[in-house]
């Protein structure tokens, strides 16, 4: 295996606080040393100006196969996910049939490893067929690869399943990542209800469909100790709850989405799709508790939602097109534009969202760049201002509403395992 | 096959933009889902301008469920630029969020309403719309919000009654109220051909000088 030498790049590790401008050398997969290099390398890369930090992980991935190969492949979305610099990706069960089996986990880490991209975890299903019946075989998918459960988009309606799933996973102390929504009150639902949904006479998806959910499951993690893990927090008051629970130590960490970020419900006033998503987007109050949310700790992890689809399924009416956009190709830049070039986030404290933080809820060993350490490494380049392009995207999906805005920073390289799977033109 | 112009009814919000956004023809909003019918707004407006002149300072009220009509949203367009003030009045579930900020007052009593109005706007119960209970039963929602002969004849003397087609009678307006001499709902159908005539004859001319245009054309809704 060829060494690798990372020349000159801000080394950040949010694990261990380094943060400083130095070298890192790779041997057989692994860092072998940090720190000024005298020795030669195979291949060396020049990191000035530039952040290299441990593999970026995604932990929240809709990759479609098997079943909607049209819409994204394992390989599709793993070339995407390295494109946008990420070295892991943890991938969602929905997919037909779901990951609620050893069988499916199995299949989608071998396709993983076929692909050859980046690394796959697989997230099994909480219930069978993610009906919100009966658990899955949680023990069964644990020994296939699960590192969590899930049943994705579609909410825990019921009480009772979900304060038996946390018991249950708790067990094998794994965390159940929720989409908190409560079902009913968002049926037929389009966009957030507000000003703009009565304008433009939408079917509504109120907050209070989030905040009652919210509460449901913080008081149920409380009651059985259970892991919990909130996905895509869109709302003000969601994130306060949040706040409040891990005061009085409740086991929940959270995520948002960069997207969640720069929209709002007005946007689509457009009523382009691109704008059309699940947690719908809110209000400008929102977003500023959801920014104060990640300043403060409270919001652990950004995460894509990455939500591929194909051309012909989002070429369609508003209430046709399933709801969601793609994230691995524009997570980066868009976090940068928003957080750092804003002064709203260090990039220490930026990288822990997609580094160790989410390595911590999946009990993964890597999101750690230092030595003796497996090297999964992403050098980014914060510099230059691009155009985001969906055409140019690996993924199959394409429907952004990042289209043609200018971000911040490409993805210069990606390293698994100690090899460079990507590099940027 | 050279289609220049399309009239477009859809269930489904913004469906006619959509298509005016990848069509050359040009696209008549004939109704999209529960967002807007421009052409139902400008007929309504066309009568109650026949039956009261200026519309500025006269006070009309829609009454129903407003949260699924399309109709109410384009009379709230139509009657506020013109000056009118704006009741909209039904059942606080057929009420959608921050209404008044269009500009209108919202009540929830059509007996304190109607002493009030120049112009009555009777939109139907859209049963085809109605997800979950929205109220209790037909005979309740006829008891509440109405129109019949005891209310009428506490509203003003020269009170306007209007109905966008098709009625429920017995549900938003009782036969007699429907058929009396307060009601103008035969005039809406005429000046509705009227509308459409005037709307079809200026979409099409509009589309022709656009495409003999050699400018492109800035559409600024896209």
Redesign the interface.
């Known amino acids: 295996m060829k060494s690798i030498l990372i020349k000159n790049g801000r080394v950040i590790d949010p694990a261990s606080g380094r943060d400083e401008v130095t070298s890192v050398l790779i041997r057989d997969g692994f860092v072998a040393t940090i720190g000024s290099v005298d020795t030669q390398a195979d291949v060396e890369i020049d990191a000035s100006e530039m952040i290299v930090a441990p593999g970026l992980i995604d932990m929240r991935v809709s990759l479609r196969e098997p079943g909607n190969e049209e819409d994204e492949t394992i390989e599709s979305g793993t070339s995407a996910a390295l494109a946008g610099g990420f070295s892991t990706i943890a991938c969602m069960p929905d997919t037909e049939p779901p990951v609620d089996t050893r069988a499916a986990a199995e299949f989608v880490i071998l396709q993983a490893d076929r692909a050859g991209n980046c690394r796959v975890v697989p997230i099994g299903a909480v219930t069978k067929q993610l009906a919100g019946q009966e658990l899955a075989e949680i023990g069964q998918l644990v020994d296939g690869g699960a590192r969590a459960f899930s049943d994705a988009k579609q909410p825990i309606a019921s009480a009772e399943v979900m304060r038996r799933a946390l018991e249950y996973t708790a067990m094998m102390k794994r965390p159940i990542l929720h989409h908190p929504q409560v079902p009913e009150l968002v ?2 639902g389009l966009m957030h ?3 703009y ?8 998806m109120p907050a209070a469909a989030e905040t009652i959910m919210i509460h449901r499951d913080l008081t149920l993690a409380e009651m059985t100790s259970g892991r919990l893990h909130l996905m895509g927090i869109s709302t003000g008051e969601g994130v306060e709850q949040i706040r409040r629970a891990r005061e009085r130590g409740v086991q929940v960490t959270a995520d948002v989405t960069p997207h969640h970020l720069f929209f709002r419900d007005e946007h689509l006033q ?2 382009h799709s691109k704008y059309k998503v699940n947690p719908p987007f809110r209000t400008e109050a929102d977003t500023e508790c959801l920014i104060e949310g990640l300043k403060d700790g409270t919001i652990d992890v950004i995460t894509s939602d990455h939500q591929p689809y194909a051309e012909e399924k989002i070429t369609c ?4 097109t399933p709801f969601g956009v793609v994230g691995l190709e524009t997570l980066v830049p868009a976090c940068i534009t928003r957080l750092i070039n804003t002064g709203i986030l260090s990039w220490p404290e930026l990288l822990a969202k997609l580094t160790v933080h989410p390595a911590r809820i999946l009990e993964l060993d890597s999101g750690v760049l230092d030595v003796d350490r497996v090297a999964d490494i992403t050098v980014i380049d914060p510099r230059p201002t691009v155009k985001i392009s969906p055409p140019s995207f690996r993924s199959k999906g394409r429907r952004t509403p990042f289209a043609d805005m200018e971000l911040s920073g490409k993805i210069a390289h990606v390293l698994v395992g100690g090899e460079v799977r990507y590099s940027g033109a | 096959m050279g289609v220049s112009l399309m009239v477009v009814r ?6 006619p ?2 298509l005016s956004q990848r069509l050359d023809s040009a696209v008549l909003n004939a109704g999209d ?4 019918h421009p052409t139902q707004g400008l007929l309504d407006l066309m009568t109650m301008r026949e039956q009261c002149g200026d519309l500025s300072g006269k006070t009309v009220a829609l009454v129903g469920d407003i949260r ?1 009509s ?1 109709v109410a ?1 384009s009379n709230i367009w139509g009657l506020t630029k013109l000056g009118a003030h704006v009741i909209v009045c039904g059942p606080a579930t057929l009420i ?4 008044e ?2 500009g209108v007052e919202v009540s929830c009593s059509l007996d304190e309403v109607i002493p009030r109005v120049d112009c009555v706007n009777l939109l139907r119960i859209q049963f085809e719309r109605q ?2 209970a929205f109220f209790p039963s037909i005979h309740e929602y006829a008891h509440l919000f109405g129109m019949n002969a005891s209310r009428l004849s506490r509203a003003r003397e020269d009170v306007v009654i209007l109905a966008p087609g098709p009625i429920n009678r017995g549900v938003e307006i009782t036969p007699f109220v429907a058929d009396g001499n307060h009601s103008v709902i035969l005039d809406q159908v005429s000046n509705g051909l009227a509308v459409r005539m005037a709307a079809l004859y200026l979409l099409h001319r509009r589309q022709q000088e656009l495409s003999s245009s050699p400018a492109p054309v800035d559409m600024k ?2």
């Open positions: 049926a037929g209800e507000g000003y949904s009565t304008l433009m006479g939408m079917p509504p457009t009523f009416e508003l209430d046709q | 859809h269930k489904t919000p913004g469906a933009l959509f889902g529960t967002h807007e699924h399309r949203r959608p969020p921050r209404i900020e269009l997800r979950g809704l896209i």
